[in-house]
């Protein structure tokens, strides 16, 4: 962050009154505060919490416990659910981001293209990130109902296999029907954020290359993905730290049966259902970790990609 | 450089975002034990001041007409109800914050038997025992047993619930009298359902069988597991050979309530473990009088029994009133509330004589079965840690059921599980 305080123009002297760089720093003042009140706070509270141990028995009773709950989760007792969680989140989130970046990037390239009905178009694509993501579970949970589903219907009316899959009631098939309800929300946003990259591409860079003898994959791997590249990286980020927290899907679609429990909902079963304040903090403040350290990853590792690519 | 700015900028705040969803409050304080307050029947003698009800939503209206009852006949008193969400876990997570801030909002306390225990322990109810004492008798047992921890009773019986077994008259001859007959049945004709999905319907499902069984979850002095247990392996052995031979379909490791019920209602079974509820919803569906329902049977030779459901009123430590608030849990559960309650919101009385009231016979059929289904039924285990206890029993029936997983080590599991959670300090 202090590399984007490095960028800002050296702010010349004004004769009477504040600085423009006191000015700044007043005028972003509040907005600072109220991060750190909503935010930090809570962060360093929960930090707080996952050092002790609550008593779930006696009234008030509780302890410091240093690092115990994190080793309890790492290597304890519960290392096997986090793990587990751990390896389930990570799982879905490849997978995901994966199809809808290829997806969104398909649906943005179509929707860049001039023609009759655009606009429409544009709107109803978004028409599935508009909704909420608990509805849209509620809805592929009674899609992939077994016996009453559409889509088990839908199957084998047209005597398609699978129409006799416990679709939500089996490894694997969970899985796949938890990362397909993701995929139908969020492709859009994706396709969304890359169609606003599309737009700024001049269109002479085009018409230049054309006029070179550029072929359309030539132009498309030349000119739009490296120029599509810092949108494709802020998109990309954006999906997948919201993947690795994803709690509604596997909450309403299988309660985290079927190897789809995720860090997120084992967090809240620690801590909500079960009431195990300090080990439940201490799951979440590993998750904030994990999404944090993945975060750092993708800007120095595929950020720097994507730059050199865009300076090729 | 601006690009790397903006995109850690971005990141930071989405990964602030993940934590500050899951970061979760409470409050340490440093008294321990319950909360050493009691109630006895003369603090109800006068009310007055203000109170405020809080339990689940009103879907009725029939808690609106309690409160209105009760503010018309008690000048000196108001009664405020405050409506908590449908779901039950979202009604404890609100009542909790609020008990945790030590707040004296919610005088009278909708809750749910299981979370009881944990309640107490915090020290967030009143004694009611003394209150309770010389009406004790006029409560079918079960819902006594449900209010009671250590011996003593910390909620007034509000009303209960039972499971049911539903049977196609057309395709089951007469009402199975034994599980083994169900299942027999079920494997013939058009298969068993139930709550088999991974949550708190699954532990019940099974609790209702093991009871029935002759077995239990925890000792009766709450301190250690039982359930790796003899009776419990022939319980979950059982349930998993009617998965095995098609007894029940592997659709059920997603049903819960209602996807059981459109399940059955839709005639893709012949049997279904069910609440009474989907009586009244019965009559509106295909299978309009081609069911009867029926109380759940025994095991082999021994008596039938079942889970108790349903809610209790409590009264919260905190309290500015606590004298008006027993007052009113007694008013809603005097004989003439209670049959107007079970008659509106057709969920069953707690008192053994609502039952025979006509009006309640009227909206209700199946009353006297019903009775018996709660009179025969045992509370969940009561536990402070019972959450955990629960999640231990129907992660581990669901492996096993669904997931390949053998009996033993599921129960072996469960077993260490439990202990694990009872040994918490």
């Keep these: 962050m202090a590399t984007a305080a490095e960028t800002v123009v050296r702010p010349r002297r004004r004769r009477s009154g504040l600085s423009e760089r006191r000015l700044a720093a007043l005028m972003i003042s509040p907005a600072v505060l109220i991060i750190l009140l909503v935010a930090a706070y809570p962060i360093a509270y929960a930090i707080w919490l996952s050092l002790h141990q609550y008593s779930l028995i006696h009234k008030g009773l509780s302890r410091w416990s240093g690092f115990e709950n994190y080793s309890t989760a790492l290597w304890g007792d519960q290392h096997q659910a986090f793990w587990t969680a751990f390896k389930t989140t990570f799982i879905f989130t490849f997978i995901s981001v994966g199809l809808e970046l290829v997806l969104g990037l398909a649906m943005a390239l179509a929707m860049h293209q001039a023609f009759r009905g655009r606009g429409v178009l544009r709107a109803t694509v978004l028409v599935p990130w508009a909704i909420l993501t608990v509805v849209t579970a509620m809805t592929w949970k009674t899609i992939f109902d077994p016996d009453l589903g559409f889509a088990n219907t839908m199957l084998r009316a047209l005597h398609l296999p699978g129409g006799h899959v416990v679709w939500l009631g089996e490894s694997g098939y969970a899985m796949a029907v938890m990362i397909f309800a993701d995929v139908w929300k969020t492709a859009p946003f994706m396709a969304l954020l890359l169609l606003a990259g599309l737009q700024v591409i001049p269109e002479d860079v085009y018409d230049a290359a054309k006029v070179d003898g550029a072929t359309t994959w030539q132009r498309f791997r030349r000119i739009t993905l490296p120029l599509l590249a810092p949108a494709i990286l802020v998109a990309l980020i954006f999906r997948t730290l919201d993947a690795l927290r994803v709690f509604d899907l596997p909450y309403v679609l299988t309660q985290g049966a079927n190897g789809t429990t995720t860090l997120s909902l084992e967090a809240q079963q620690t801590l909500v259902n079960n009431g195990i304040i300090g080990l439940g903090s201490a799951l979440s403040v590993l998750t904030f970790a994990t999404v944090m350290l993945v975060s750092f990853l993708y800007i120095r590792f595929v950020g720097g990609n994507i730059r050199a690519l865009a300076e090729d | ?425």
């Design chain 2, 1 to 425: 450089m601006k690009l790397r700015g903006s995109v850690a900028a971005i990141a930071a705040v989405a990964a602030l975002a993940a934590l500050t969803a899951c970061g979760g409050s409470s409050n340490s304080s440093s008294s321990t034990g319950g909360s050493g307050k009691t109630l006895s029947a003369d603090d109800a003698k006068n009310p007055k001041g203000n109170i405020s009800w809080c339990i689940g939503k009103d879907t009725t209206g029939a808690f609106a007409a309690m409160v209105k009852q009760f503010n018309d006949a008690n000048p000196n008193a108001k009664v405020k109800l405050i409506e908590l969400p449908t779901s039950a876990d979202q009604q404890r997570a609100q009542q909790v914050q609020r008990l945790r801030a030590k707040s004296s909002e919610c005088d009278v306390l909708g809750i749910d038997p299981i979370w009881m225990a944990e309640y107490v322990s915090q020290g967030w109810l009143y004694d009611v025992t003394d209150a309770l004492s010389s009406r004790k008798s006029q409560f079918i047992g079960s819902t006594i047993e449900s209010a009671t921890y250590q011996g003593k009773q910390w909620a007034i019986p509000f009303n209960t619930n039972a499971g049911f077994l539903y049977y196609r008259t057309d395709k089951v001859n007469t009402a199975p009298k034994t599980w083994q007959d169900v299942y027999a049945d079920a494997k013939q004709n058009g298969g068993l359902v139930y709550q088999g999905a991974s949550y708190e319907g699954l532990t019940v499902n099974f609790l209702e069988l093991l009871y029935t069984a002759g077995g239990k979850a925890i000792s009766d002095d709450g301190k250690k597991a039982t359930i790796d247990s003899p009776e419990a392996k022939q319980v979950l052995t059982f349930m998993q050979n009617g998965v095995k031979d098609g007894a029940v379909s592997h659709s059920v490791s997603t049903y819960m309530e209602e996807e059981s019920r459109r399940a059955f209602e839709a005639g893709k079974a012949s049997l279904e473990r069910q609440w009474p509820y989907a009586y009244a919803l019965g009559q509106k569906s295909p299978i309009k009088g081609k069911f009867q329902i029926e109380t759940l049977p025994g095991w082999k030779d021994k008596p039938a029994s079942g889970v108790i459901g349903g809610y209790n009123l409590a009264v919260n430590a905190y309290s500015k009133n606590p004298g008006t608030a027993l007052a009113f849990a007694e008013f809603v559960t005097q004989p003439k509330q209670q049959e107007y309650m079970a008659a509106k919101t057709t969920l069953p009385p707690t008192l053994s004589e609502a039952y025979d009231a006509p009006a309640v016979q009227k909206v209700m059929p199946f009353a006297d079965k019903l009775r018996t289904a709660v009179e025969q039924a045992h509370p969940r285990p009561l536990s402070p840690v019972y959450p955990q206890i629960s999640e231990a029993i129907y992660k581990n029936v669901y492996n096993a059921l669904w997931n390949g997983v053998s009996v033993d080590s599921a129960l072996k599991k469960a077993n260490d599980q439990i202990n694990q959670a009872l040994k918490q300090f």
